[in-house]
Structures are given as structure tokens and as C-alpha cells.
T-cell receptor, first 115, second 109 residues
Framework: DVKVTQSSRYLVKRTGEKVFLECVQDMDHENMFWYRQDPGLGLRLIYFSYDVKMKEKGDIPEGYSVSREKKERFSLILESASTNQTSMYLC??????????????FGDGTRLSIL | SQKIEQNSEALNIQEGKTATLTCNYTNYSPAYLQWYRQDPGRGPVFLLLIRENEKEKRKERLKVTFDTTLKQSLFHITASQPADSATYLCVLYGQNFVFGPGTRLSVLP
């Protein structure tokens, strides 16, 4: 089974801090995604990556950056955390973008609170 | 702009009945549609996929229909059980994945 591991389940940070969220997958998937999930809004795509050192902006990239130095690891960075970035953050991976039958595999999320 | 709606935020049904969840979308022509289940404090888990040229897909007690004319998908759980209680997400894929807000299903014993 594919395993997507997010480094923290809960995280509390202060406004203005630089925050790192880490995600690791163990199945050699090319594509990785970062979403945030807020009540009533569904999951919204922040950034995704097709390959090592490749990144693409999603629907809400403002205030975030990402890093993919190794295939299995995709990091989300909040450059200067703000209270409106309090949310559940979910990482996902997929084998290959062109393989339409492949589902996304999600981690269990990081619930981030910015005080 | 693209929009996905799921029929209601919450749905309560009695154990043994069929649960029907609705996903409607506008301004979008997805190549396929997926349904995921999400339990509290966990990430979504994939359940079923249906392509634009397919009318219906089944997996055990689950059935999904896809009507591209109505721009609607229906997700059915037959003989529902309390263990089916969760939030169900509709996800469309065209250029990227677009998620609906989810429906929280509660199956009452």
C-alpha cells in the first residue's frame, strides 16, 4: 500500500514565523500536491510538483512556497505565517498525471494553528 | 468560474436504507470524476472513479452514476451501516483536480 506521511499532525506557530510542513511518500510517485482544507470550501490546491525541482502554482499559492529536492519529499513553506493560514493541510501523491485511473493518495493532514 | 456543489452539508439516514449523495458542477467539462471518503482527522481515501463516457460504476455496496448532460453525479450506498458514516467528497478532473465541499453522512442505528 502507498504511504504518504506528513511530519506533524498538529502544529501551533506564531504570526510572522517561517513554517515548514513536510510530506514523504514511499511509492516513487512523480506527482505530489499540497492542499488546504477549510470548512465549506473543500480542498484547494496550493502547489503541485511533477518531478524533482519542478513546481507549479495551484489555485491559492499566495503566501506559500514549496521545495522538492528529492522525489519522495515535498515541503510546503509558509514564508511569514498569518492567522488566515490557520487550516488543515493535506499532502497527496499520484503515480503519473497521464494515468487517469490512478487515485490520489493522501496523508492524514497537519492541523496548523497560527496565533 | 468552475463550481462544484454537493447536495447538502449533512445527511442523516437510517441503517439499512440507501444513501444517495449528489454532486453538481457548472462551467466545467471533466474527463472523469472520483469519489473519496474522509473520516474525521484523516486524509481522504479513494473509493470510485467514473469516466465521462461511462454511465454507471459499481463496487460492492457502492454505485456511482455520471450524467454529463445534467452535469451531475450520484453516489449511492446501499444497505447502509453506521460504519459508512463519514464525509464523502466529489472530485472532478479536467486539467487539474477540483474538489467539492463534501457531504457529511451519518447512518443512524
Amino acid at each position: 500500500d502507498v504511504k504518504v506521511t506528513q511530519s506533524s499532525r498538529y502544529l501551533v506557530k506564531r504570526t510572522g514565523e517561517k513554517v515548514f510542513l513536510e510530506c514523504v511518500q514511499d511509492m516513487d510517485h512523480e506527482n505530489m500536491f499540497w492542499y488546504r482544507q477549510d470548512p465549506g470550501l473543500g480542498l484547494r490546491l496550493i502547489y503541485f510538483s511533477y518531478d524533482v525541482k519542478m513546481k507549479e502554482k495551484g489555485d491559492i499559492p499566495e503566501g506559500y512556497s514549496v521545495s522538492r529536492e528529492k522525489k519522495e519529499r515535498f515541503s510546503l513553506i509558509l514564508e511569514s505565517a498569518s492567522t488566515n493560514q490557520t487550516s488543515m493541510y493535506l499532502c497527496a501523491s499520484i503515480l503519473e498525471r497521464g494515468q487517469v485511473k490512478q487515485p490520489q493518495h493522501f496523508g492524514d493532514g497537519t492541523r496548523l494553528s497560527i496565533l | 468560474s468552475q463550481k462544484i456543489e454537493q447536495n447538502s452539508e449533512a445527511l442523516n439516514i437510517q441503517e439499512g436504507k440507501t444513501a444517495t449523495l449528489t454532486c453538481n458542477y457548472t462551467n466545467y467539462s471533466p474527463a472523469y470524476l472520483q469519489w473519496y471518503r474522509q473520516d474525521p482527522g484523516r486524509g481522504p481515501v479513494f473509493l470510485l472513479l467514473i469516466r465521462e463516457n461511462e454511465k454507471e460504476k459499481r463496487k460492492e455496496r457502492l454505485k456511482v452514476t455520471f450524467d454529463t448532460t445534467l452535469k451531475q453525479s450520484l453516489f449511492h450506498i446501499t444497505a447502509s451501516q453506521p460504519a459508512d458514516s463519514a464525509t464523502y467528497l466529489c472530485v472532478l478532473y479536467g486539467q487539474n483536480f477540483v474538489f467539492g465541499p463534501g457531504t457529511r453522512l451519518s447512518v443512524l442505528p
